[in-house]
């Protein structure tokens, strides 16, 4: 899809998402059995201007949920992981698989999530280790896809300036542990985003947390909705970008009422 078409397609997937799980009635009516998919697209990873990975991606419907999912490859260093996240019709989190393998290591998290706790259960060839942690009422999940950062955006309102923080359970890579954090949007306001030469409107946001201890601070540019298209971190030869390259949505299949 064109680069210039990305806003208004990523608004339809949205406005999608919403005919079909929030009816005119106010419940969720799916009738579809299956996997019903929206819409799949790339993440390029780059430092430096040098491209070290990519994450392809895929969001859809079964009947009482919505998914996203997606599998990655980096490069520097050699890690790939596939995840499949799965919300209720309220976008509250409800379930995370996640393989990664880093090198000759290969780990599997599997965590669900209830209103008050999420639960992990980590295992490798050698070993298996489970927790509990404690969360309060309305909290998001995080992982190292973008698609996380629009599971924290999507359905936000913000004041210009004016910070919103967000209780989040993150689970680190490369050890695929959960903790309780913290994490800070501002929304800087409406602009213009340059890519590849055509202008495309984004929202832009500052975005602050904490990575091992140590303060993390990065750049947000999304669509209305919440979509990252970029995302900038750091200067010069260690400038990190994840960004949107590619983007489509798929054919709605018609299903009987």
């Given amino acids: 899809m064109p680069l210039n078409c990305f806003g208004q397609a990523l608004g339809r997937l949205t406005l999608l998402a919403t005919l079909l799980l929030f009816p005119a009635t106010g419940h969720p009516q799916l009738v579809v059995e299956g996997p019903h998919p929206l819409a799949r697209g ?76 999420a639960h992990q259960v980590v295992t490798s060839s050698q070993s298996r280790s489970e927790r509990r942690v404690r969360m309060p009422t309305g909290y998001k999940a995080d992982f190292g896809s973008p698609l996380f950062n629009f599971h924290a955006l999507h359905q936000q309102s913000f004041v210009r300036g004016q910070p919103k923080m967000f209780d989040v359970v993150s689970i680190s890579l490369p050890t695929l542990v959960a903790s309780a954090t913290q994490q800070t949007y501002t929304y800087l306001g409406n602009e213009p985003l340059d890519r590849k030469g055509t202008k495309v409107d984004s929202r832009h946001f500052r975005f602050e947390t904490s990575v091992d201890c140590q303060p993390y601070l990065a750049e947000i540019w999304t669509n209305a909705d919440g979509m990252p298209l970029l995302i900038r971190r750091g200067s010069g030869a260690s400038l990190e970008e994840t960004e949107l390259v590619r983007m489509e949505t798929l054919p709605r299949r018609r299903v009987a009422p």
């Fill in 42 to 117: 790339r993440y390029e990873f780059r430092v430096g201007g040098k491209q070290v990975g990519f994450e392809d991606w895929k969001t859809f419907f079964t009947r009482d949920s919505f998914i996203l999912a997606g599998n990655a490859r980096i490069t520097e260093p050699a890690v790939k992981y596939e995840f499949r996240f799965t919300m209720g019709t309220d976008f509250s989190p409800k379930e995370l698989d996640i393989e990664l393998t880093l090198g000759s290591r290969k780990l599997a998290g599997t965590y669900e999530f209830s209103a008050e706790e």
